[in-house]
């Protein structure tokens, strides 16, 4: 079970075990979430993907060819805590991350919160990342005073309405049962903590200075951040383009994998 010290503590994460010269893509889930959020192909290897079941494809199309880290942010899934309330300081862990792994030509891939420590790791032209990919998120998040006080009053009920709201009404039950599970186990004050750091994360004014090679996932079915906000992100910055995820909620990488795989390899392919 892999760890990475921090100045914020000691960061769970997997990789599954790719060697390649290309970009290493790091996966930094959502709000509520932690590594278990990405698909099971994307980070799993060896022993683990024979424990599951899993029959990898190794088609150039898929990412499954590329060596991917997926990190647990501090206080959620097997990284301690507490956990921290600002996007910044969830970009300095991040970053710290890349650095501890001697990690170069780096995709920062971003889920809602993680996109906007993507971001965040974007504006501050980090030398050891070539790019970013952006799924379900914005420059600017919008949170209502009723999740983040209902996060702390009533939790479960709070989650059980987040979740609600993430998922296409066509999707798989086994995605929101797994989404709740996992923000359950996140707890309380992991989660406000996300959603409080949302709360104040805005980046419109910086995106223009922004020239990192983006790739911005937009789910054409999502209640959280709507699709028009994601397709407000991609046309603000200078080097990026738009892919809409159709028949998909708010975690599309989970509910339309095969069709967020394809766009994403191609962006990968040309960072090469």
């Known amino acids: 079970m892999p760890f990475c010290d921090t100045d914020t ?49 190794r088609d150039a199309s898929r990412m499954t060819n590329h060596s991917i880290y997926a990190i647990d942010l ?45 971001l965040t790791i974007a504006a501050r032209a980090n030398p050891r990342v070539s790019g970013q990919i952006i799924v379900a998120s914005a420059a600017k998040i919008g949170v209502t005073e009723e999740i983040l006080s209902g996060l702390k ?18 999707s798989s039950p086994f995605f929101p049962r797994k989404a709740r599970e996992y923000t359950i186990a996140t707890g309380p004050d992991s989660t406000h903590a996300d959603f409080l750091a949302c709360s104040t994360f805005d980046m419109r004014n910086a995106l223009a200075d922004i020239a990192l090679p983006t790739l911005v996932l937009a789910a054409e079915g999502d209640r959280m951040i709507p699709h028009k906000h994601s ?26 994998t095969a069709s967020v795989e394809v766009p994403m390899a191609k962006f990968c392919a040309n960072l090469q």
């Open 231 to 256: 397709a407000g992100l991609a046309e603000a910055l200078p080097n990026a383009e738009l892919t809409t995820i159709a028949n998909s909620g708010h975690y599309p990488h989970l509910e339309r």
């Open 9 to 57: 503590g000691q960061l769970h994460y997997t990789h599954n075990g790719v060697r390649t010269n290309g970009p290493h893509l790091v996966l930094v889930h959502g709000a509520g979430g932690e590594t278990r959020c990405w698909p099971a192909p994307w980070r799993l290897a060896g022993a683990a993907q024979s424990a599951v079941g899993l029959s990898i494809s």
């Open 74 to 118: 501090p206080g959620h899934g097997r990284s301690p805590g507490p956990a921290l309330d600002t996007i910044n300081a969830l970009a300095d862990t991040v970053e710290q991350f890349i650095a501890a792994q001697g990690l170069r030509n780096v995709i920062v891939v971003g889920h809602s919160m993680g996109g906007a420590i993507a």
């Open 153 to 170: 009053t009533d939790f479960e009920k709070t989650v059980d309405f987040i979740v609600k709201f993430s998922f296409d009404r066509g």
